[in-house]
């Protein structure tokens, strides 16, 4: 069962937009879902007090430099030049093969020094064809350094090299760290943001090195913070977001064996199209060159993890981790599931797979509605949809148990709350019930169909005054098939900058861009009520949608919006609307929802909009994202 492949993109830059660089990702990850991102601390303007800003936050206090006194361990030098029998892979990865890189660490342990964690310096030399064996440098063209408290995460840059000082530094020159110029002290805090490179846009992650395990970086001690990495860098730089909520914790499949919480690898930042010197940088380049370790040559579809965090790369939102809690019932399922008539609710036990269950709570007759979810996120297809339910004993009428019904909306494609079935549960008795239920045709022909808009409905009438049922591992079953290839959109409105809807009416009093939530990249609109009842937000677009083309709407509903129903629309230029009605959505998550303009419609289309009612007064926001066609 495999992810559809996505183009893969490569990006090279050169050595001198790129100083301080620490090579590697160790082989695998998993993440903390629901982790708040990690912003990155405002330094102070740079030398002294910038050390002192560091040291404060439990980094440790690089010692001064000198290539030649630590190479050959003389003067009271307390960097050392790290070594290992492996091959030393930092060359033509992403460091000049022109260039000789050597690494040097410091670790304040070994002296005794206040402060735990390391200190690495990576200077990158010209030698003339000799190697450092043979003697000293010619000169050190680029020469970084970055310093990382153990337990406190903090993390601090300091660079000195060719865009600094003409010529790069000598070989037995001595520099520090504090103030000075940079013929003698490193540059360090928001003197950096002079120098055109970020730091931040690469050195991202569980720990701000990059370290390959196979790599002489590999041995340097101390390089994994007890927690999430937070770099003291200039305000205009990148936070370091994350760990990545691409996946669960108990995902374990290929890279996330390694790259999870407490593995070797560390877990891996927040991706997407804001991140492209990550992506091209660091991700791709790692899996194409030198993960996982012992692959000669890695595929991605080998690697799905890879796939899921390429994708993100790409703009592409992967569904995949989110359709996964939506079929295992994982908590929190109020995410996934909602209802207007049963009380839901996590449990660990009774459960057949994952982390959770769903528990239904009530009598009678009960109806359940998922989230939505796109097909070309799935990782197969099935004749069938099979579910486990637990009936519980002391039940009241044991002559009777109760029923299961299952009901399939995909209004993309005409389909709302079809009625798939309904499966007897006493036959059997108490316990576990396997049910499976049959897709027709019409399902099954709209499932293989590029879809942004499939919800489930599962109904169960129990009798009055019996116990909860559970409910565990919803999946396709039967006959299994490929999903569909993911469609080549025309237009993405992800609000990322700027660009906000600025139509509405009625109890909305503001619609503006807002970094709160986003299913894309890392913005959205967000849309302000004061007040209840209905209320339109919408765009008059440029260049609109085609005839037959399904406009697709991203909605996040915040828990306690008193919303009964969303209405997505297209307007045509006779004023005709097409639209879908949308009721009992859960509220926590994203949900997507789809209008898709007729054939018949008259273009150009003069409106794309969002209708929301309000069953009450309300004051807060709903916000909207990735709008596509």
Known sequence: ???????????????????????????????????????AETAVPGGAAYVQQCVD?????????????????????????????????????FISAALTAEVFYYDPAEYGDPGAGVCIALPRSEFSGRAPDEGPPDYIALLGVICQGQAS??????????????????????????????????????ELAAGGDVCTDCHRGENVYIIHPASVLGVVPSSMPAIWAEPIVPGTWPMNEGPSSLFSPSDTDSCLGCHRQGGPGGRFPEVNTDTTSYCGTILRQAFGKTMPPGE?????????????????????????????????????????????????SDVTSPL????????????????????????????????????????PPGQPNPYWLGSAQLFVSIPGAGINNYFVSQIELTPGGTGWKYLK???????????????????????????????AMTLDNL?????????????????????????????????????????????????????????????????????????GKTVSFSVYIPPGTPLSAVQPYVEDANYNWAQTWNTNLPKGGWV????????????????????????APYNGSIYLDAVRW
């Not at 010692?63 to 091959?87: F, I, L, M, V």
């Not at 009960?366 to 637990?390: C, H, M, P, Q, V």
């Not at 997507?592 to 069953?615: D, H």
Request: net charge negative.
């Open 352 to 391: 057949t797979e994952g982390e959770g269950a769903l528990r239904v709570s009530g009598g009678g007759y009960l109806r359940l509605d998922s989230n939505s979810f796109d097909t070309w996120s799935l990782e197969y297809l099935g004749t069938k949809l099979a579910i486990d339910l637990y009936v």
């Open 475 to 547: 999946r396709f079953d039967g006959t299994l098939s490929m999903p569909p290839s993911m469609p080549s959109f025309a237009h993405v409105e992800d609000f990322e900058r700027g660009g906000a809807w600025t139509e509405f009416d009625a109890n909305i009093v503001d619609a503006a861009t807002s970094k709160d939530v986003a299913f894309l990249g890392r913005a959205s609109l967000k849309v302000d009520f004061a007040g209840g009842g209905a209320s339109s937000v919408w765009t008059e677009p440029s260049e609109g949608p085609a005839a």
């Open 57 to 93: 936050a439990g980094v440790p206090r690089p010692p001064t430099w000198n290539y030649e006194d630590a190479w050959h361990q003389r003067n009271g030098s307390k960097w050392k030049k790290a070594t290992t029998s492996e091959a030393e892979i930092l060359e033509g990865v």
């Open 592 to 615: 997507t929802l789809t209008a898709t303009v007729p054939a018949s419609a008259a273009l150009p289309i003069r409106e794309i909009g969002v209708k929301f009612y309000l069953n």
């Open 437 to 467: 239920f049959n897709l027709p045709q019409v399902i099954r022909t709209a499932l293989a169909q590029p879809q942004a808009d499939v919800r489930f409905g599962i109904a169960i009438n129990k009798p009055q005054n019996a116990p």
């Open 296 to 344: 000669d040559d890695p595929l991605p579809e080998d690697h799905p993890p890879y796939e899921t965090l390429d994708d993100a790369c790409n703009g592409i939102v992967s569904e995949k981790s989110s359709f996964k809690k939506l079929m295992s019932f994982d908590a929190p399922v109020s995410e996934s599931w909602v209802s207007t008539n049963a009380t839901l």
């Open 153 to 190: 995460g903090k993390a601090c840059f300091w660079d000195n090299g060719s865009s600094w000082q003409s010529g790069g530094v000598d070989a037995d020159q001595t520099l520090t760290f504090g103030d000075g110029p940079p013929t003698t002290a490193f540059v360090g805090g928001n």
């Open 1 to 39: 069962m495999k992810e559809q492949l996505r183009s893969l993109l490569t990006r090279e830059r050169q050595v001198s937009q790129f100083r301080p660089v620490f090579w590697g990702i160790l082989p695998a990850f998993a993440v903390m879902l629901g982790h708040s991102p990690s912003f």
